[in-house]
Nanobody, 120 residues
Framework: QVQLVESGGGLVQSGGSLRLSCAAS????????MGWGRQAPGEQRELVAT???????NYADSVKGRFTISRDNAKNTLYLQITSLKPEDTAVYYCNVKTAVVRGVRTSYWGQGTQVTVSS
């Protein structure tokens, strides 16, 4: 089991910045990929940024150039730096981890989420 606790959300004006954090605990050694997803009201949850244990990073097209994902393995913490925030970035942001495949099974965990609201 992996437990995830996000923090850093809040209300920010358009054009502003935020840094989200996600503290992971539990079966840390099983983690293969960490990422951030978000879910706006009435929308499906989407994964916007991922980083592997080897440091390979991917972003959704909608956030490229404005979102930066990073991880501190010593602190078991994942970060998401968001700049040039837009009202359409308003959503609940969730931390996600996927374990390495074991006997054909990869397990995905989600945190409880942190609200980001961008005012215009």
């Amino acid at each position: 089991q992996v437990q995830l606790v996000e923090s850093g959300g809040g209300l920010v004006q358009s054009g502003g910045s935020l840094r989200l954090s996600c503290a992971a605990s539990g079966s840390i050694s099983s983690i293969d990929v960490m990422g951030w997803g978000r879910q706006a009201p009435g929308e499906q949850r989407e994964l916007v940024a991922t980083i592997t244990t080897s440091g390979s990073i991917n972003y959704a097209d909608s956030v490229k150039g404005r979102f930066t994902i990073s991880r501190d393995n010593a602190k078991n913490t994942l970060y998401l730096q968001i700049t040039s925030l837009k009202p359409e970035d308003t959503a609940v942001y969730y931390c996600n981890v996927k374990t390495a495949v074991v006997r054909g099974v990869r397990t995905s965990y989600w945190g409880q989420g942190t609200q980001v609201t961008v005012s215009s």
